[in-house]
């Protein structure tokens, strides 16, 4: 195919614009934020990638919505939640910052109500689950998992974005879709100091902006694909999260010298083995309580925390005290082989009760992310109904039968490839934050998944909203500064590059040649078992490929530009995990991080978050300790930062 | 089995066999790049599409483009870049003009439980369509006024 490019191309033309806040990211951690900020007054420009009205990881949707401790009928307030073992949250494990937990159990509540007034619905308006064992007569709410507690609601957020979008175009922010932010700009044009602003092309036109800000959040996504790229064997549902998530945001604060940690933890990934997601009959998450049969009708026993078999529907929404989620019974594969249990497996919703029925399909797998068209709408239109027919579950490996990994993070041996990873599902890499959701540099932010230790759409939402609030109370005294030109020319001659070195007859690649490269690397050197001379030699492979094969990368039009610059900054994404693999002296179950030159598991002094930074060509690594944000200058319990902080 | 050695009494005659194959006398060969990968999850009816290039407006990832000529089709010239969220489907506002078709890699089966029939995403002679509508309906909801104690985006509650 080659035909003219669409839209009216005008290279490294400069666009200049200022505002007091800058969002790098419109999903849903920087609209919540632009959003707050624009109530208080803030003059807010917003850059995204893709669309703001779809674009990030919650763009296409919202079913459940944790973490609400402060709804009217939640059992459990925020404080008992952060100091109890359960508190550590599905999304966070032994190293979950939980400053930014506690941030969102105090505002996810909050964030629920601003988007049932901005228009989703977050209660049973049209009353269709009356008298269901979930809802709250009085209020209407619907909750999930746990009927008791009553903390995580069912919404329908499948149109959460446009309801997102809606406000902001009614509060007048300046929204530009199409934008990538390329670098961040420093104070006198030196990294390590105040940001103050970001530069970005525009994916389409190929235009360049330079856009001043008195604070600048960083709401970009997780970083993806670094070392499993693969559009072949299932198209991007590879990617869980939105594919877009390169890592852009950490690429820029890191080279603008902003402190990172956790960057090593990583995970095994089904990477390309994946299925729809949430579109293959399981146990979890939106298919939480789903009695699972065999082919024969036979039932598969939930069993819950302590392995006692629950005899009845109920009781796996009605967990016993200090019980969390039930599951399906963990001897299953074994089972399984026995013959005990006949493959396939199968989701039987016509047997349960009919609201779980239709709150599992219908709402969960409806206003989830990506299951409105893909699976409710397809489905239903291929004949599928919840009230016959039982879908099937993946028939993969009998170790996650029935369990929804498949479609989200194989785990398990012989499942996936050992050196498919992906960064971390929950807690994983990115900026260190403080109470003000502020980095180590002056008048930059960060929020939802781009602050490392926490993630999710909720905690996007409240992150976002509390960041919005301390960035209009920022800037009322931080000063507006032109961007330095060098700075500025630097990155501009840097992003076009690709657009003047040769083509592939003449010894140029193209981005996705490139992009399986630096993945290549990645399983090569930073595979799940890691030593000191094994990642050096992975960092002089990247700086090699920089040199050489990266320097002659090609790009024919904006868009593959756009891609082009997105391997760029997975390879230095891919320096940043080796930096931080490097520097963590200890192997950690928790992390999924193994060390064959330091095999101990979990020593107690490695206990500790190692946060890297680049100063100059240095990398500079120091040590945080678990639980910093009770420790001076922060006060010694949550209720109180948050009092000081959260400027209400 | 002797059976099946027996011609199906509706298999087609000779002839028309015949006829058909002879059909392809004078087709061209195209010099051509391989089908696309299988990502391809949208499909594009040119005769309901109008042109209105609503789901390029809204797609993430750029996947498709306008077409040169106005009222036309937008082109899936990315394919390989789409996460299969489908908000291009959700936006259209011409029902059938674009849809989501899972590759076939992709596609999920599952049994009528009463019956034992198997089904399958794209099989030949599908069973009919459920038509009940998700809950909420399909549709966007208006902006609700302000209820709550503040519209400020400060915390509202205090906890318990």
Not at chain 1, 9 to 35: K, P, Q
Not at chain 1, 147 to 176: F, H, N, P, W
Not at chain 1, 253 to 259: L, M
Not at chain 1, 303 to 312: H, P, Q
């Amino acid at each position: 195919m080659s035909s003219a490019w669409p839209y009216e191309v005008h290279y490294a033309r400069e666009r200049d614009l200022s505002a007091d806040i800058l969002v790098v990211g419109g999903g849903i951690a920087g609209c919540h934020a632009a959003i707050s900020a624009a109530k208080r007054g803030a003059k807010v420009i917003v850059i995204d990638k893709g669309a703001v009205i779809r674009s990030g990881s919650g763009g296409a949707g919202v079913d459940h919505w944790g973490g609400a401790f402060t709804n009217p009928c939640s059992k459990i307030s925020p404080d008992e939640a952060i100091s109890s073992a359960s508190g550590h949250g599905p999304m966070a494990g032994a190293y979950g910052m939980k400053h930014i937990q506690y941030i969102t159990f105090r505002e996810s509540w909050d964030a629920a109500l601003d988007m049932e007034e901005w228009g989703m619905a977050i209660r049973d308006e049209d009353d269709e689950f009356v008298g269901a064992d979930f809802r709250d007569e009085q209020t209407k709410l619907l909750f999930a998992y746990d009927y008791d507690s009553c903390t995580t609601l069912r919404v329908q957020g499948a149109d959460v974005k446009v309801y997102l979008y809606r406000e902001m175009k009614r509060l007048g922010i300046t929204i530009l879709d199409r934008v990538m932010a390329t670098s961040l700009l420093s104070e006198d044009g030196i990294p390590g100091t105040r940001v103050i602003g970001a530069t970005g092309l525009d994916v389409r036109t190929g235009e360049f902006y330079v856009l001043g800000a008195k604070a600048t959040l960083l709401a970009t996504g997780q970083p993806l694909r670094i070392w499993v790229f693969n559009t072949e064997l299932a198209g991007l549902y590879t990617a869980h999260d939105d594919p877009n998530c390169a890592g852009d945001g950490c690429a820029i604060a890191w080279k603008a010298g902003a402190e990172f940690t956790l960057m090593e933890r990583s995970m095994q990934t089904s990477g390309p083995l994946r299925y729809p997601a949430y579109g293959t009959g399981n146990s979890s998450n939106t298919w939480y309580g789903c009695t699972i049969v065999d082919t024969n009708g036979k039932e598969v026993p939930y069993v819950d925390s302590d392995g006692n078999v629950l005899e009845t529907v109920a009781e796996r929404f009605h967990p016993k005290s200090g019980q969390g989620q039930a599951r399906l019974t963990p001897d299953l594969a074994e089972r399984i082989r026995k013959g005990e249990y006949v493959l396939p497996l199968y989701a039987d919703l016509p047997s349960m009760p009919e609201h779980e029925r239709r709150a599992i399909f219908g709402l969960m797998v409806c206003h989830e992310g990506k299951t409105r068209i893909p699976v409710y709408k397809t489905y239903t239109e291929a004949g599928f109904d919840p009230d016959q027919d039982m879908l099937q579950a993946n028939v993969h490996a009998p170790e996650v039968m029935g369990r929804d990994p498949v479609w989200w993070d194989v785990k398990t041996p012989g499942a996936a490839a050992p050196q498919w990873r992906e960064t971390a599902f929950g807690g994983g890499g990115g900026l260190v934050v403080d109470w003000d959701m502020k980095t180590n540099l002056d008048g930059l932010f960060a929020a939802g998944n781009q602050a490392a230790g926490y993630m999710g759409h909720v905690s996007a939402a409240a992150t976002g909203r509390y960041a919005g609030r301390k960035m209009a109370e920022y800037i009322r005294t931080a000063p507006q500064q032109a961007p330095d030109r060098g700075q500025v020319e630097l990155d501009r001659a840097r992003v076009y590059r690709p657009v003047s070195a040769g083509s592939q007859s003449n010894g140029g690649i193209g981005w996705k040649e490139l992009q399986a490269g630096v993945c290549r690397v990645m399983q090569d050197y930073c595979a799940r078992d890691k030593s000191e001379t094994v990642l050096r030699k992975g960092l002089e492979w990247l700086q090699s490929i920089r040199e050489s094969e990266a320097a002659r990368a090609h790009a024919r039009n904006p868009h593959e530009l756009w891609r082009t610059l997105e391997v760029m900054v997975r390879m230095t994404v891919g320096e940043m995990i080796m930096h931080a693999s490097l520097a963590r002296h200890g192997s950690s179950r928790d992390l999924d991080f193994w060390r064959v030159d330091y095999p101990n598991e979990d020593p107690p002094e490695q206990r500790k978050f190692i946060v890297t930074r680049l100063d100059g060509e240095e990398v500079r690594a120091r040590e945080l300790p678990l639980g910093f944000w009770l420790q001076p200058p922060y006060a010694p319990d949550y209720a109180e930062n948050y009092h000081l902080h959260s400027a209400p | 089995m002797a059976e099946d050695r027996d011609r199906p009494a509706d298999a087609p005659e000779a002839d028309e066999l015949k006829d058909k194959v002879e059909e392809l006398v004078g087709i061209e060969a195209e010099l051509t790049s391989n089908p696309a990968t299988p990502c391809a999850a949208i499909v594009i009816d040119a005769e309901i599409c109008t042109g209105c290039n609503r789901c390029v407006d809204v797609c993430r990832s750029d996947v498709l483009m306008p077409a040169s000529t106005k009222g036309r089709p937008p082109v899936l010239v990315y394919p390989d870049e789409c996460w299969f969220c489908a908000c291009c489907v959700e936006h259209c506002p011409r029902p059938g003009a674009i849809r989501m078709e899972h590759p076939l890699n992709q596609r999920i089966g599952w049994k009528r439980k009463d019956t034992g029939e198997y089904f399958r995403i794209g099989m030949k002679d599908p069973p009919p369509a459920n038509t009940r509508p998700p809950v909420g309906g399909w549709g966007v909801r208006p902006r609700r006024r302000p209820s709550r104690e503040s519209s400020t985006g400060c915390p509202r509650t205090e906890p318990r």
